[in-house]
């Protein structure tokens, strides 16, 4: 069984990954398993340009196939935001539920609240092929938080078609439904193609 990389240091991400890549028979390790510790810049504009830069540094440096995602939640009546900008949305020094407050403040007195989770996940191997994937997850923003699972904006966005926060779903609910989820099956097909 071929070994891949994680380009992530993201342990939900790492979790919810490796969870999902294991039913497909894909054996994934962190890049801490290799020993990787480099910095990757996250200058890309597209979810797409940042999933590459991460798989790339990572490929190169462990010499092994890397997966890399890129991904987040875009807002409708935010014309987009905070998109690629999800993990520093309100400035770096925020945690999840800062960062969440902070969205909501921005969103208060809209009626429009549609949003979608959106992930690109990449595949480099070494000799330099690229296999590409995208999952989106459709719901609305809540007015405030609910539920414990999950990170980052989990607890205020709603499933449609649920009536749960992604917070409020079960790992094995949130794998079949995410945005992630879609994209790590629609990658697999692709891998076994």
């Given at each position: 069984?071929?070994?891949?990389?994680?380009?992530?240091?993201n342990q939900g991400k790492i979790t919810?990954?490796?969870?999902?890549?294991?039913?497909?028979?894909?054996?994934?390790?962190?890049?801490?398993?290799?020993?990787?510790?480099?910095?990757?810049?996250?200058?890309?504009?597209?979810?797409?340009?940042?999933?590459?830069?991460?798989?790339?540094?990572?490929?190169?440096?462990?010499?092994?196939?890397?997966?890399?995602?890129?991904?987040?939640?875009?807002?409708?009546?935010?014309?987009?935001?905070?998109?690629?900008?999800?993990?520093?949305?309100?400035?770096?020094?925020?945690?999840?539920?800062?960062?969440?407050?902070?969205?909501?403040?921005?969103?208060?007195?809209?009626?429009?609240?549609?949003?979608?989770?959106?992930?690109?996940?990449?595949?480099?191997?070494?000799d330099g092929r690229v296999i590409s994937?995208?999952?989106?997850?459709?719901?609305?923003?809540?007015?405030?938080?609910?539920?414990?699972?999950?990170?980052?904006?989990?607890?205020?966005?709603?499933?449609?078609?649920?009536?749960?926060?992604?917070?409020?779903?079960?790992?094995?609910?949130?794998?079949?439904?995410?945005?992630?989820?879609?994209?790590?099956?629609?990658?697999?097909?692709?891998?076994?193609?």
């Open positions: 069984m071929a070994k891949y990389v994680l380009a992530t240091d919810e990954m490796r969870d999902i890549l294991a039913g497909f028979g894909v054996d994934v390790v962190s890049r801490k398993d290799v020993g990787i510790d480099i910095e990757i810049a996250e200058t890309g504009t597209t979810f797409m340009e940042n999933a590459m830069l991460k798989a790339e540094a990572v490929c190169k440096a462990s010499g092994l196939p890397a997966v890399a995602d890129d991904s987040g939640l875009t807002v409708d009546a935010l014309g987009g935001e905070p998109g690629v900008y999800s993990s520093s949305y309100g400035g770096q020094d925020l945690n999840d539920s800062e960062r969440c407050d902070f969205l909501l403040k921005k969103m208060e007195n809209m009626e429009q609240r549609g949003a979608k989770f959106v992930c690109t996940i990449v595949c480099i191997y070494p994937a995208e999952g989106e997850c459709h719901g609305e923003l809540l007015a405030s938080p609910r539920g414990t699972g999950g990170f980052g904006y989990d607890p205020v966005f709603l499933v449609h078609g649920t009536g749960k926060s992604m917070a409020e779903l079960s790992p094995e609910e949130k794998n079949a439904l995410s945005h992630r989820g879609q994209a790590l099956r629609a990658l697999v097909r692709e891998l076994r193609n």
